[in-house]
Structure formats: structure tokens, C-alpha cells
Nanobody, 125 residues
Framework: VQLQASGGGLVLAGGSLTLSCVAS????????MGWFRQAPGKEREFVAG????????YYGDSVKGRFTTSRDNAKSTVYLQMTSLKPEDTAVYYC???????????????????WGQGTQVTVSS
């Protein structure tokens, strides 16, 4: 499966941004999906995960209450709505697909077999 993330950009602190990730070449509804981010000089960080139906959602501690993930299986797309953005949210954001469901309620990157190319989010103060 191929994943294409988009929607990144430059935003002021306190602002909002919505990322999209479109999947192709696979059965999107069979994948758990996740979002990760990586800032320069830092390790990759789990941001959010969503189950196949969208009924289970889970978030990294640093984004709880500010970010929301959702999916539209008919459009093979997963979204990450980001609000109350902070400068420390600046990073490259990646979407990823887990075909086995091992990522449920986990922040680990290992269950994800497929990764998108990333989209840059920059939050200025």
C-alpha cells in the first residue's frame, strides 16, 4: 500500500491545521492507521492511532485534547486535525498503516509496515 500525506504548512501558535493521508494499492479498511512525527534532532514520536472502523482512538500524551484523528474508509483517507498548535509541534508528520492490528492502544512504530513520505508542519511563535 502507498500512503500520501498532505496538508502541512506554516501556522501561527494557537492555530489549527488538518493533515490528510490517502492510501492506495491496498484495502484501506483492513488497516489500523497511525500518525507519527519527528522533529530535527529528536526521536520519532507517536501522535495518534485509529482502528479499522474508527471506533478506537488513542493519542500520545503531548497531543491529547488538542489533536483528533479520524478516517473515511470510502475515501481511503485518514485525517489528523490539529488545534491549539504550539511551536513544539513543529515536525515532519508521517502516516503509517498496520495490517495486523497490533498497534491498538500502542505507541510503538514497529507494528506499522507502511509509511508515507511525511509532510512538514511548522508552528511559529
Amino acid at each position: 500500500v502507498q500512503l500520501q500525506a498532505s496538508g502541512g504548512g506554516l501556522v501561527l501558535a494557537g492555530g489549527s491545521l488538518t493533515l490528510s493521508c490517502v492510501a492506495s494499492g491496498g484495502t484501506f479498511s483492513s488497516y489500523f492507521m497511525g500518525w507519527f512525527r519527528q522533529a530535527p534532532g529528536k526521536e520519532r514520536e507517536f501522535v495518534a492511532g485509529i482502528s479499522r472502523s474508527g471506533g478506537s482512538l488513542y493519542y500520545g500524551d503531548s497531543v491529547k485534547g488538542r489533536f483528533t484523528t479520524s478516517r473515511d474508509n470510502a475515501k481511503s483517507t485518514v485525517y489528523l486535525q490539529m488545534t491549539s498548535l504550539k511551536p513544539e509541534d513543529t515536525a515532519v508528520y508521517y502516516c503509517a498503516a498496520d495490517p495486523r492490528g497490533w498497534s491498538l492502544y500502542s505507541a510503538a512504530a514497529r507494528p506499522y509496515d507502511y509509511w508515507g513520505q511525511g509532510t512538514q508542519v511548522t508552528v511559529s511563535s
